[in-house]
Each structure stands twice: as C-alpha cells, then as structure tokens.
C-alpha cells in the first residue's frame, strides 16, 4: 500500500475503530476479492465491535492500493460518509500508467516493497553494473514457480549486498516471482545465539498481530517451524534474502523449501542445503569508466574536470567497488587529497584509508583480513604463503605443489577452499588448474606478509 494510503488510515484509526461495525463492510471486500474467508473468521473471533474494527484494520494495513480504494467503497455503500471523507484524500492513483511512473526506475509499489521488507537503500553514489543486475534477476526467475536459493558470492566488497538490493528494485519481478514480497535479514558472522535472534526478528516482522503466536521462538528449530508456517500461510511466494552468510549451518535454520536470494563470499555455503540452487559470480569489477564516475559522483564533478590523479587512483582501486567508494567518499571531504591518496594506495597503507559509512567494515584491510581471519588456522598459514604469487601470473598447481612439499591432490584440495570463499580466483586449463590472487588480495597479502617474506622465498 502507498505510503499516503497507509498514513491516512493510521491518522484516523481511532474514528474508524470507534464507529464501523465490520460485517458489512467485509462482505464488500470479500465480494471485491481482497479479503479471505480466514480473514474474516479473524475478526469475528473478537468480542466487540470496537476490537473486530481493529483487526480489521490491521489486516488491513498490510495490504495493498486496492484493498484501501475496496475499504473506501465499502464506508461509502454502508453510509459512513463522514469516515469515508476523511480517507479521501489518500486514495491511490491506480491507473497503469502510475505504476509503471518512476523515480530513478522505481515505482511506488517497488518502493513499498522494498521499504517493508527492509531492503537498505541504494548507497550514495551508485553506478549501474546491468549485466550483473540482468544476471541475478534471470537466476530469480528460475523461483517464480517452485522454491529454491540463488547465491551471489564474490570477494570482499565486490558489490554482492548492493547488487542485491539493485535486482529487487524491478516492478515486473517482484510483481511476477515475489507477491508475497521481499524480506531481507542482515546476517553476518553468528554464533547459535545471534542467529536465534535474528530469526526471532524475522518471526516477529512477519507475525506483527501476534496471529500465529505470543512469544518469539524459544530456539532455532522452533523458529525454523514458526517459519516455515509464516511463509506458507502469510507470506506465499515471497522472497527471504539473507545478506552476508559465513556459515552453512545458518541456512539450515532456514531450509524450509522457501525462496531465498543470499550473498556471500563463500561460493559452497549452500552446498548443505535441500532444494535448487543458482550461482551468481561476480568476478569481473568496476570497468575503469564506472570507477572514474563514482569519483566524479563524489566529487560533483564531470568526469573530463577531475585532476589527473583519478586516473591513476582508480586503476589503483584495481576495479574494486568497495575501495573507489571509500577513496570517493575521503575526496568528498578532503577534497585536496588527491596526490595523498595515491601515494597511499600505492604504498598500500590500506589502513589509513578508511571511512566510516553504512557498509560494515572501515577500513579496506578489515573488510579484507576477516575473511583470514575466519580460516582455520593451518589453512591461514598456507594462505599467508600465497604471498609469493607474482602479479597477473597464474600459477599451476604444481608450484605450490613443491613450495608446500605435497601431493597435487591435497594442494588442489586446500587451494579450493581458498577459491570457494573468494580468497583465491582458479582457471581451469584442461585438466590442471591455474591459480591467482586478485591484484588487491595480493598487495594485502604482501603488505602484512612483508616481515616474513625473505625467509619463505628462501625456503622455496
Ligand atoms: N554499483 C555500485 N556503485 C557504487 N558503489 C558501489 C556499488 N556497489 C558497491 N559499491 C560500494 O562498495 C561498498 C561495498 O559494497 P557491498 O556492501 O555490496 O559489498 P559486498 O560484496 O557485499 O561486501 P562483503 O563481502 O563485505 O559483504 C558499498 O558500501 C558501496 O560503497
Ligand atoms: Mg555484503
């Protein structure tokens, strides 16, 4: 329902609930198809009129344009014509060509959408990747029909959550795949109690009026049941997205043979879950056009008047959305730092180079040591090794066979665990594999590896 639509009733709830008696006004809605029988029934259980009224408007309130112009009809029809006044001024506009009116591409349905379902909004500067967008939304068509996941996976600060959000904002998919709408949860690294909190938020934003319980679930397997009821019964064809997911035990709170988007930098994290699955990479990054138009977005400046160093920072930035966003934003407040930047960035000083903003981490080394971090720790070690990888050369395996001292098959065997959680990228050239670091993962690599470097060239 509109933003407008949706004021005007909670502006004048109390007249409403003192003074309509439901029945009939039911009758209409039911007539015009937007209420059900088991909504009614809902009503009915209340014991006075002033209750019955409430809870229809609640029900109410969830729903959509038509449903409130249905409302409107009915005052009118029963003779409340001082209550249907009152909402005149907030009946939506349902023509087709309203729909299909945009603000940046968006219609107002896609932005109640969105909004109710806590899609974050786009990020200040905001270039348009459409193949990538293109490729998500193809891949959530294959849900319109039956459930499934689709996974968007890619290294540190590529865009996975962004893109995210962008393929959502399509009147026609939402409308076609997700009627029953979008519902998206921050995830993040959990442990059992964190995660049992964030499904008992879910539970509670999809149960507002208590109609299924009084309490939150007591823990995940409760919750996973409360949820499971939720979207088949309340929510039928809605989409649940799950942003930024470390662990495959967390997906199976939610393997309830519903439809989820999730993002994460783990490409097999839904290995261990049921059901069909698509995979969306996002590999290839900013062109160096799109990274000279975040600065110049930043900066409010066309792209033929920024100085020259632009050029230089963002091929510094290596493609990286994350890392021209964070310079764009420094420029925008320190707009005389354009030759300090550079030197940092090709000093590799990645920690100075950080900004407070809505994305989780600060600073790029943050955003790029806890995926580390989050190895086990011979893993780490081995990783930390991959320092020697020399720049835009791709390394087959049996070089690392012999820096390692190992069989092919157990190197291939660690050096995947590095490429399904984007730490490592892999061509394959018939049978063997080539293994390289992405430009930036490599000058992090080596920044923090640069004490220990003589040593590990001597020993290979
Ligand atoms: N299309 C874009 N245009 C401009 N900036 C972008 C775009 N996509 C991402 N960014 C910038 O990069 C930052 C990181 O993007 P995002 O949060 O989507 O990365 P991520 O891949 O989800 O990272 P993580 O793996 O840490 O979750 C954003 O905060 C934003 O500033
Ligand atoms: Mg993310």
Redesign the pocket.
């Known amino acids: 329902m509109d933003e407008t639509a949706r004021s005007y009733l909670i502006r004048h709830r109390a007249a409403l609930e003192r003074d309509i008696k439901t029945s009939y006004i039911i009758d209409h809605m039911i007539n015009d198809e937007v209420l059900t029988l088991q909504e009614e029934s809902r009503v009915k259980t209340e014991t006075s009129q002033s209750k019955r009224a409430a809870v229809l408007l609640q029900i109410l309130l969830e729903k959509d344009n038509y449903s409130y112009i249905s409302f409107y009809n009915a005052l009118v029809n029963e003779g409340y014509k001082d209550l249907a006044a009152l909402l005149q001024d907030g009946i939506p506009v349902l023509s087709s060509s309203n729909e299909n009116k945009t603000v940046n591409g968006i219609t107002s349905y896609v932005k109640t959408v969105l909004c109710e379902g806590g899609v974050p909004q786009r ?7 459409p193949e990538l967008v293109k490729r998500v939304q193809k891949k959530l068509y294959r849900l319109r029909n039956e459930s499934g996941w689709v996974t968007i996976h ?11 959000a ?1 393929a959502l904002r399509d009147h026609r998919l939402l409308e076609d795949c997700f009627p029953g709408g979008v519902h998206w949860v921050s995830v993040g690294k959990q442990d059992k109690a964190g995660l049992l909190l964030k499904l008992q938020n879910l539970c509670i934003r999809l149960d507002q009026d208590l109609q299924f319980s009084q309490r939150p679930p007591l823990n995940i397997e409760e919750a996973k049941d409360r949820l499971r009821l939720l979207i088949m019964r309340k929510y039928p064809r809605s989409l649940v997205v799950l ?2 997911i470390w662990d495959s035990w967390v997906l199976k709170a939610v393997d309830i043979q519903c439809r989820v988007l999730l ?3 783990d490409k097999s994290v839904a290995d261990a879950v049921s059901g069909n699955k698509h995979l969306v990479s ?1 590999e290839s990054g ?1 062109p160096r056009e ?1 990274g000279l138009e ?1 600065l110049s977005l930043f900066v409010n400046k066309k792209i033929k008047d920024l100085p020259s160093q632009a050029n230089t920072i963002v091929k510094e930035c290596k493609g ?7 310079i764009g ?1 420094l420029l925008r407040d320190f707009p005389h730092r354009w030759e300090y930047y550079v030197r940092q960035l090709q000093n590799k000083q990645f920690k100075r180079i950080r900004k407070s ?5 600060e600073a790029l080394d943050e ?1 790029m040591s ?2 580390v971090e989050m190895l086990d720790e011979y893993l780490r070690n081995y990783y930390k090794d991959l320092s020697i990888l020399v720049k835009d050369v791709k390394v087959p395996t049996e070089v690392l066979c012999s820096l390692w001292d190992m069989e092919t098959e157990e190197v291939e065997d660690i050096l995947q665990e590095f490429v399904n959680k ?1 730490l490592l990228f892999c061509d394959r050239n018939g049978k063997s594999f080539l293994y390289y670091l992405h430009d930036l993962q490599l000058d992090f690599l080596t920044e923090k590896n640069r004490e220990h470097l003589p040593e590990q060239w001597e020993s290979y």
């Open positions: 990020p200040v500067v905001c270039v348009a990747r890619g290294m540190a600060g590529c865009g996975k959550s962004v893109l995210a962008e942003d930024d993002t994460s930098r996002v900013l799109k975040v990286s959305p994350l890392v021209v966003s964070l934003a903003s809505s994305y989780e981490f955003a806890i995926s984007s």
